[in-house]
């Protein structure tokens, strides 16, 4: 089931429902790699389903941003078509991504995966650090996904922040939910965790002094409290709401050149759509942010 493309449609399928010309290619700003594949995922499985979900969402969005008065469309939104899965395990899928990913910023373009599961973020990072050396990442995630394997594999999406660290500075914020041997790897490897309890119970320093002048996002939409986004394989209580999570994002982007950044881990709910909206909204804020916040070509 996972990772396979039965009733998956693969299509071209616009962002928003942009038209000609600010959904071309050529005029686009930001690119998005729809990734319909969850071959990994340890409890609930249908992320694969997640990215048509928020492309079908976006369609209904108000294209004026109401917090930054802007209309970000007009930077260009460009939806690539849905990547086919292959069969050859997530080590493969990983790859897959890389190529993508690196095709896009070899364009000039910001890169935008929409997922799927979160091993998926590991071919991203991969592809943007070889352009990027300087690379940092920011995690927003209710799982530490530090385990060095998980179930018989180092790529699973329980593992991809620890293959990610191996690569660039990280920092992660959100985290409620690890099991004793991260928690013991995470003490020993300095490693930047803002757990949720911090992060939620006062002003919080420091958060973004490890990060660089270049970063990608990667936020796991688990990071959410589960009251807001039900629609997720591994839901944890306790986590921030929709305005905290604007604020540590925004705060990241500020001053920074972002050159890229994915939302994962949506698992729709049918009948309740709510959480895809969620989804397709903090894109599109994200992109806006990005337009007005970052600086830097991307």
Known sequence: ???????????????????APYNSFEEARFVLIPVPYDLTTSYMAGTRRGPMAIIEASTHLELYDEELRLET???????????????????????????????????????????????????MVRALKAIYPDLSVLHLDAHADMRDRYCGSPFNHGCVARRISELSPLVQVGVRSLSREEAEYLESSGIRTVYADEFLSGPETGIFDTLTDQVYITIDLDVFDPSIMPS??????????????????????????VVGFDVVELSPIPGNVAPDFVAAKLIYRVMGYILREGRGEG
């Open 232 to 257: 997720v394989g591994t839901p944890e209580p306790g986590g921030p709401g929709w305005y905290e999570v604007l604020k540590v994002l925004k705060g990241a982007i500020r001053g920074r050149d």
């Open 73 to 123: 469309y007009r930077a260009g939104i460009h939806t690539l078509p849905f990547v086919e899965p292959v069969t050859s395990g997530p080590e493969g899928m990983i790859e897959v991504v890389e190529r993508s990913c690196r095709d896009v910023v070899e364009r000039g373009k910001i890169p935008v995966l929409i997922g799927g599961e979160h091993s998926l973020s590991l071919g």
């Open 1 to 19: 089931m996972g990772g396979m493309s039965e009733g998956i449609p693969f299509v071209h399928y616009n962002f928003c429902g942009l038209e």
